[in-house]
Nanobody, 123 residues
Framework: VQLQASGGGLVQPGGSLRLSCEAS????????IAWFRQAPGKGREGVSA????????YYTDSVKGRFTISRDNARNTITLQMNNLKPEDTAVYYC?????????????????WGQGTQVTVSS
């Protein structure tokens, strides 16, 4: 069972990146999915999530209108499209999945985590 994250990098403010997270060893179809991030010196923060209970999509306030989360069940992959990136988006981004997730930002309720991918927004 593994989640492999990719797509991070260095981008200028206002630019875009697309993060991907491919699952192997299990099917994402019935799992809640989420992206978290952790900036230097800060705790892990929930960025975006899709519930497997009601299909609801969640975004933290600071990324609303700029980030889009999606899943591709055929490819067993989740993605995070990030547009209009800002320096404060700089962090290591982690994908996560869980079968029984009640609160989308409750990191402890997720079963599997990707290894993290660095996103740096700087001019």
């Amino acid at each position: 069972v593994q989640l492999q994250a990719s797509g991070g990098g260095l981008v200028q403010p206002g630019g875009s990146l697309r993060l991907s997270c491919e699952a192997s060893g299990f099917s994402l179809r019935y799992y809640a999915i989420a992206w978290f991030r952790q900036a230097p010196g800060k705790g892990r923060e929930g960025v975006s999530a899709i519930s497997n209970e009601n299909g609801g999509t969640y975004y933290t306030d600071s990324v609303k209108g700029r980030f889009t989360i999606s899943r591709d069940n055929a490819r067993n992959t989740i993605t995070l499209q990030m547009n209009n990136l800002k320096p404060e988006d700089t962090a290591v981004y982690y994908c996560a999945t869980g079968l029984r997730v009640g609160l989308p930002w409750a990191a402890g309720e997720y079963d599997y985590w990707g290894q993290g991918t660095q996103v740096t927004v700087s001019s």
